[in-house]
């Protein structure tokens, strides 16, 4: 169990400052998210973390203390690679072993670790298998158990499902969310699967442009983005521009309450997700506009619809609609994002 | 069926020649135009393993003693040296690698011979460790060249992801490093040996004569005519190599081919 706490952290290659300012906290027992584009600096974060790179600035603290100058052998943070890395030398049950016997733990003792972290990763029977005789996501498992078995106080987790098929990965997201919980062992996931981080984290923390853009629950990036920046993180949301005026926000489309929005003659960026548009339906204020394209996805239909000079994504579940046809939307209040300006 | 024909086939191009010195090893009388010897005998063996025991046995010694030195230093040395070679840029490193590969271009005798007069002055030579050294020369280079291509093949992350488990530097070098390339290293040792284990005129020039290995003896033995007593030194000198190759045998090429054999 250990808290984990970036201070200002920085990364730079060389002279290109990466990561700069990055203050994040992981609680005991909380598996937090370093979501973030690809080449963004995040595998270098957990490097930083991990003693195997020195930051530019800033601290790392390891309940309550600072790790800044520690080898990475005698920190108790642990890091898991993108890749398993086994050491194809050694059989299942000596690579799992590998971190028990530079600590010296009595060979009764790692035994009897081996064995159970065998049975928490699902891989009993394995222990004289040779690297290459066993798969993929079996791979990944013992180098996730290889970590586990040291009971580190901090988990660092390099994209540990990108190596992975999309099956397998589904399988993997559920086993990890099972150790976590059983485990509580504090983790801090890097990865640049929105859907990963959504499913795994308690929280998430958006990496971008070397800035930590947000730090919120899932729920809370993804239906409340704090700036467009994120909103277009997470894709597909419709953008209108507009101003404050009397209290209404008034855009290209029209004019919507915006309570506890305090701006006023400020343009202002406001989102709305597709699939918070209604088709239809009495409303107060429809806003009339012609399907131009449809596609469908399955559960739902995507439908491009143009409303005067704006065209708004929306998904909807109806799938009776049909290009060039006239449709009334409906855009939920509460369901508009407007970001503050700036 | 077909693996074992090939395998048949490359066995018999490899072994033929050494046929013919087994043949001369064991004949007492052979005269052309015959196809094998008239008389067989023991002659040969006996004035080897017998009479000439002493100088055989010194002979022997000498060689395995200077070829597994020189196998040792050469790893030893090849090692690091492969591994900043392959692992890092650093300015200078183009002009490095024809510096290494100097004593391979130079002819052997230039080398030998530039070298005789420093280990001299250095009152090495005509010693064991003045010829260890010459053999260096020309092995250290190819050490070098086979742990180069090794390290350039290598991952570091496992070096990292050992670290980050609890390893130490030195448990790093020790359990991940050389289990990781120990194939490169048996091969390299192999070439250090087996090229070691061959050199005549290097040894010959800083021995001065009074370093006998087994190539030496050999070639005083071929010139003095007596084909069976050359051919049954030949086999004496051509079985510890050939054990060399057998044992590194596991790592070299691919499993395929090792599955002929």
Redesign the interface.
């Known amino acids: 169990m250990g808290v984990l706490a970036l201070d200002e952290l920085s990364i730079a290659y060389g002279a290109d400052t990466v990561v700069r300012g990055l203050t994040l906290e992981v609680a005991e027992g909380e598996l937090v998210s370093l979501l973030g584009p690809s080449g963004a600096g995040k595998t270098s974060v957990l ?1 930083a973390v ?3 790179l020195a930051p530019a600035g800033g601290d790392v603290r390891i309940d309550g203390c600072s790790v800044r100058g520690l ?3 005698k920190r108790s ?3 898991v ?1 993108q ?1 398993p ?1 086994l ?3 050694m059989n299942v049950a000596q690579n799992i072993g ?2 028990l016997r ?2 010296a733990v009595a060979p009764a003792e790692a035994r009897r670790r081996i064995r159970d972290i065998l049975e928490l990763t699902r891989l009993t029977g394995f222990e004289g298998r040779r690297v290459h005789e066993i798969s993929g996501g079996q791979q990944q498992r013992v180098a996730l158990a ?2 586990l078995v ?1 009971k580190p106080a901090i988990l ?1 987790l390099d994209e540990p499902l990108s190596s992975l098929d999309a099956n397998l990965r589904q399988q993997m997201r559920e086993l990890l969310q099972d150790i976590q919980s059983e485990t509580r062992v504090t983790t801090l996931l890097v990865t640049h699967d929105q859907s990963e981080a959504l499913m795994l984290s308690h929280r998430i923390g958006l990496l971008l442009d070397g800035r930590l853009r947000q730090v919120g629950t899932p729920h809370d990036l993804f239906h409340r983005p704090a700036d467009r920046a994120v909103a277009e993180f997470f894709g597909g949301c419709n953008f209108l521009t507009g101003r404050l005026q009397g209290g209404l926000f008034a855009c290209e489309i029209g004019s919507f309450p915006a309570p506890g929005v305090v701006a006023n003659g400020h343009r202002l960026t406001a989102a709305i997700r597709p699939e918070d548009i209604l088709v239809g339906g009495d409303c107060d204020h429809p806003i009339p506009g012609r399907v131009r394209r449809t596609r469908f996805e399955g559960a739902a239909t995507r439908l491009w619809v143009d409303c005067g000079p704006v065209r708004l994504v929306v998904l909807t579940p109806r799938g009776d609609l049909l290009p060039g046809q006239p449709v009334c939307l409906r855009l939920p209040a509460e369901k508009i994002r407007i970001f503050p300006p700036g | 069926m077909k693996r074992l024909l090939f395998g048949g086939m490359v066995a018999g191009a490899v072994l033929l020649p050494f046929l013919a010195l087994v043949l001369w090893a064991f004949s007492q009388r052979w005269f052309y135009p015959r196809l094998l010897p008239e008389q067989w005998g023991l002659r040969a063996w006996q004035y080897v393993l017998g009479t000439a025991g002493t100088q055989m046995t010194e002979a022997f010694t000498h060689s395995v003693l200077v070829a597994t030195v020189t196998a040792v230093l050469s790893v030893a040395g090849g090692v690091p040296a492969g591994r900043v070679l392959g692992l890092y840029h650093f300015r200078g490193k183009d002009l490095l690698s024809i510096v290494l590969m100097l004593p391979i271009i130079v002819p052997p005798l230039c080398v030998a011979m530039g070298l005789h007069l420093w280990l001299l002055q250095l009152e090495l030579a005509a010693t064991l460790a003045g010829v260890v050294l010459v053999h260096l020369s020309a092995c250290l280079p190819y050490a070098v060249f086979v742990m180069w291509g090794v390290f350039s093949n290598y991952n570091l992350d496992f070096e990292d992801q050992a670290r980050s488990l609890g390893a130490s530097t030195l448990s790093v070098i020790w359990r991940v490093m050389l289990p990781l390339t120990f194939p490169g290293i048996v091969v390299a040792a192999l070439f250090s040996f087996l090229l070691s284990w061959s050199q005549y005129l290097s040894t010959l020039l800083i021995g001065g004569g009074k370093i006998l290995t087994l190539p030496i003896l050999l070639f005083a033995l071929m010139g003095s005519g007596d084909r069976p007593v050359a051919a049954a030194v030949s086999i004496v000198f051509v079985i510890p190599a050939l054990a060399a190759l057998a044992m590194s045998a596991r790592y070299l090429g691919s499993r395929r081919m090792l599955g002929v054999w």
């Open positions: 490097k991990a003693g195997l080898p990475p052998e943070a642990v890091m690679f890749k890395l050491f194809p030398f590998f971190g530079m600590q290889r970590a040291l660092l």
